[in-house]
């Protein structure tokens, strides 16, 4: 199983990586990241652009077998959608694989039964109706200018629910590479086709509508294409690391996983990035004083 990662530097750069606590927490979280992924799955991929591997693999030294520079393709995006990097990402792949956030550290490889089945993820995450940046914004933008949702979308809200639920892509892959393509390929031309501009210029602030195009939609395509036989892909299912949201950030079930992801305020937490320098240190301690003596 090939483990991936990717890296659009627009956004990063625009806010100045500034969800880590110090810029050096950023580049150390990638050598750990990676360092860790390889030993249990050695075949690495970055997919980045230009100014992304020169920051990472020339002058950070961070070493994939494959480094692909396809993110370039994304240079006239909207830098508020800064999940369209990991969506071009999967719907490159080719093979098995394991896509990895920078911020998840992979201690232990997954389960075998994880890691077999035809698409995993970290987590199902459940949200009420009226959650932030939830479905219901971009239905009434779209709706306003007479736009289609893709039928998975409109299928999925079209069932009776009091919420709606999301596949958390702290990881993302699987085996069934066709299914993960048409999923990724279809959320991104939800974000950047030019028929939908209209719709998406009444909701200015991407932001939280980034987990609806990359993990509302991947539960909305799981559940369509499983329940109609017509369907390439029916009967496809996900396999999850944790059962629930809450496990996923158990200390107990975590250490027993051996997973950690560092979600949200974790990045900028002064005793977690703590630890992360004193793992790195221990880890390698010239890509650790490296980490430290560059400007970013």
């Excluded at 396809?70 to 240079?75: G, I």
């Amino acid at each position: 199983m090939r483990a991936v990662w990717s890296f659009w530097s627009k956004p990063f750069f625009a806010h100045k990586g500034r969800i880590w606590r110090e810029p050096r927490h950023h580049l150390l979280a990638w050598g750990l990241s990676l360092r860790l992924a390889r030993r249990h799955y050695p075949e690495t991929m970055l997919v980045t652009d230009k100014a992304g591997k020169a920051l990472l693999v020339d002058r950070l030294g961070l070493d994939f077998d494959e480094v692909s520079i396809e993110l370039e393709a994304l240079r006239d995006a909207d830098l508020g959608w800064w999940a369209l990097g990991k969506l071009y990402a999967y719907s490159m792949q080719d093979r098995p694989f394991i896509h990895l956030d920078t911020d998840v550290f992979l201690w232990k490889p997954l389960p075998a039964s994880v890691a077999s089945a035809p698409v995993f993820a970290q987590c199902p995450e459940d949200h009420p109706l009226n959650d932030w940046c939830g479905p219901q914004d971009i239905e009434a933008a779209f709706a306003k200018h007479r736009l289609p949702l893709p039928q998975e979308w409109e299928w999925m809200r079209s069932q009776p629910s009091t919420g709606f639920r999301e596949e958390n892509c702290g990881i993302l892959g699987g085996h069934h590479v066709d299914f993960i393509r048409y999923y990724a390929q279809l959320g991104m031309d939800l974000a950047v086709n030019p028929a939908f501009a209209q719709a998406w210029a009444e909701l200015p602030n991407k932001s939280g509508y980034n987990m609806m195009i990359e993990q509302f939609l991947l539960s909305a395509c799981l559940d369509y294409h499983r329940a109609h036989p017509e369907s390439p892909y029916q009967g496809i299912r996900i396999k999850h690391l944790f059962p629930s949201f809450g496990d996923a950030f158990n200390p107990r079930l975590t250490a027993q996983a051996g997973y950690t992801h560092l979600l949200g305020n974790a990045k900028s937490h002064a005793g977690v990035m703590q630890r992360l320098e004193q793992r790195m240190q221990q880890e390698d301690r010239s890509f650790y004083n490296r980490c430290l003596r560059m400007e970013i």
